[in-house]
């Protein structure tokens, strides 16, 4: 089993170091076959190896005429099987920071909640990926609130960290609901940027397709780079729309993307919020 995700991570990061040759040979291809269809002549860099070019072209199909990255390879599955998350905490949690590990885990469906106990993240990374869980989820606390989450896709990464803020558990809610086990459906605002959608598919894939009659919404909302989560269930009265919270609700903040597993110390960073971007208040990276 060790050698086989050994092989494989090999084989990732052997893909992803093609990337930079695979989309210079795609803006070549592009260029000849945009000549091609206009009737306008071959440029002249591209004159001595067009012939060589457009026979690559032949033998393409639709799957290969666009260039592919890694983050394909990372969701590949996405949408074909339903995500399967392993819920965890930090070591020896307070009692507020159990009772929202328990929310999470009715948040995330088809979760597996585990107490952490004396467990080193290694061994956490090894217990998801024999146990086929497509993502890795640690919450973190501070002097009793929580305060942070790691969300790790597996096999090979990415890792977000965000930072929580604002926390309120269904507990403290008033006239709070049960929670459905619907499949959610999911709205998200204000994620306009490359980095954004980055964080949105980080956030979306955590969740299965959810069916066209469900009536359960989470809505994760960007202002400022803050996000707003939001969890409701509705209920249609003729032209209106009825929302009830159920909650927990909180704030996130992203504050790195790492390429990789959360047990990888060498991972290259592909987002680190940085001090000084906090100065910098009319830019929004998401």
Do not use: W
């Not at 945009?34 to 002249?44: I, Q, S, Y």
């Not at 009715?106 to 956490?124: A, D, F, M, V």
């Not at 049960?178 to 306009?192: D, E, I």
């Not at 954004?196 to 069916?211: D, H, Q, T």
């Amino acid at each position: 089993m060790l050698r086989r995700q050994a092989r494989l991570r090999r084989e990732y990061l052997f893909r992803k170091n093609l990337e930079g040759k695979e989309k210079e040979a795609y803006e070549k291809k592009r260029k000849i076959r945009d000549a091609l269809n206009n009737g306008t002549p071959v440029p002249t860099e591209l004159r001595e190896e067009a012939l060589k070019l457009k026979k690559s072209i032949d033998k393409e199909d639709a799957t290969r005429e666009e260039v592919h990255s890694h983050m394909d390879d990372e969701y590949a599955r996405a949408g074909v099987y339903d995500p399967k998350i392993f819920l965890t905490t930090s070591r020896d949690p307070s009692t507020k920071l159990q009772q929202f590990s328990k929310e999470m885990a009715l948040i995330l469906p088809n979760s597996i909640r585990t107490n952490r106990g004396g467990h080193l993240i290694s061994e956490l990374v090894a217990a998801t990926q024999s146990n086929d869980c497509t993502d890795l989820v640690i919450l973190h606390e501070h002097r009793g609130e929580p305060d942070a989450m790691v969300i790790c896709h597996m096999p090979y990464g990415p890792t977000a960290y965000f930072s929580l803020a604002n926390v309120i558990i269904r507990h403290d809610i008033p006239d709070k609901v049960p929670v459905s086990q619907q499949y959610p459906h999911l709205l998200f605002q204000n994620f306009s940027t490359p980095l954004g959608e980055r964080v949105s598919n980080i956030l979306k894939y955590l969740f299965p397709v959810p069916k066209e009659d469900s009536t359960r919404v989470m809505t994760f909302v960007n202002e400022n780079d803050y996000i707003s989560f939001r969890h409701h269930t509705f209920k249609k009265h003729r032209n209106d729309v009825d929302l009830t919270e159920i909650g927990p609700r909180f704030e996130m903040r992203l504050f790195q993307i790492k390429l990789g597993t959360v047990d990888m110390k060498d991972a290259d960073n592909e987002f680190v919020l940085r001090p000084f971007m906090n100065t910098a208040k009319n830019k929004n990276y998401l």
